[in-house]
T-cell receptor
Framework: GAVVSQHPSWVICKSGTSVKIECRSLDFQATTMFWYRQFPKQSLMLMATSNEGSKATYEQGVEKDKFLINHASLTLSTLTVTSAHPEDSSFYIC??????????????FGSGTQLSVL | EDQVTQSPEALRLQEGESSSLNCSYTVSGLRGLFWYRQDPGKGPEFLFTLYSAGEEKEKERLKATLTKKESFLHITAPKPEDSATYLCAVQARYSSASKIIFGSGTRLSIRP
């Protein structure tokens, strides 16, 4: 199956600092990637849709100035958590889509990043 | 409103004890129902996609079935390595992958 690589796997940072998370599609090109947030024992909540070469689309309630998304190439999307605070501590997961709308569309997920803000 | 409900929330089985996980959904026209496996601290791993009622798919000890209102993930003679959280997700017709809605999962634990 397709491989999506996400780094780092975990990060601990001080309150007020910024953290960048990378999501790469290793063996395919992904024009669209997605960023999710997951709290313990809860499901994945979509934060934003990242489109190569254009601005990301954010879900309601997600601060675009706090969660900066850049999708500069067909294989890389980054999520930067700016001025992180303890309430931003969570498990962040990216995914990439294979197949367009109307075809056998599948999502493949990265391994996730556990962010802990002290 | 589109919704996905999984039950039970947690399930503990003895090795070899078969059982089923349930995923009930309401969606304005189903385009696809997905099953994923998620291990602790990892991203979800794709298992199956089902598109229409009556469809079944199998992979090793897992079999997924679909009706117009729910999907079941049957696990036959499970092994400890099958322990994980199993996530169900639905995608409405005429929507993109950005509108896939996930259930909260079933945490499956298999005792040796």
């Amino acid at each position: 199956g397709a491989v999506v690589s996400q780094h780092p796997s975990w990060v601990i940072c001080k309150s007020g600092t910024s953290v960048k998370i990378e999501c790469r599609s290793l063996d395919f090109q992904a024009t669209t990637m997605f960023w999710y947030r997951q709290f313990p024992k809860q499901s994945l909540m979509l934060m934003a849709t990242s489109n190569e070469g254009s601005k990301a689309t954010y879900e309601q309630g997600v601060e675009k100035d706090k969660f900066l998304i850049n999708h500069a190439s067909l294989t890389l999307s980054t999520l930067t958590v700016t001025s992180a605070h303890p309430e931003d501590s969570s498990f962040y997961i990216c995914s990439a889509r294979i197949g367009g709308i109307g075809t056998n569309e599948k999502l493949f997920f990265g391994s996730g990043t556990q962010l802990s803000v002290l | 409103e589109d919704q996905v409900t999984q039950s039970p929330e947690a399930l503990r089985l003895q090795e070899g004890e078969s059982s089923s996980l349930n995923c009930s959904y309401t969606v304005s026209g189903l385009r696809g129902l997905f099953w994923y496996r998620q291990d602790p601290g990892k991203g979800p791993e794709f298992l199956f996609t089902l598109y229409s009622a009556g469809e079944e798919k199998e992979k090793e000890r897992l079999k997924a079935t679909l009706t117009k209102k729910e999907s079941f993930l049957h696990i036959t003679a499970p092994k400890p390595e099958d322990s994980a959280t199993y996530l169900c997700a639905v995608q409405a017709r005429y929507s993109s992958a950005s509108k896939i809605i996930f259930g909260s999962g079933t945490r499956l634990s298999i005792r040796p």
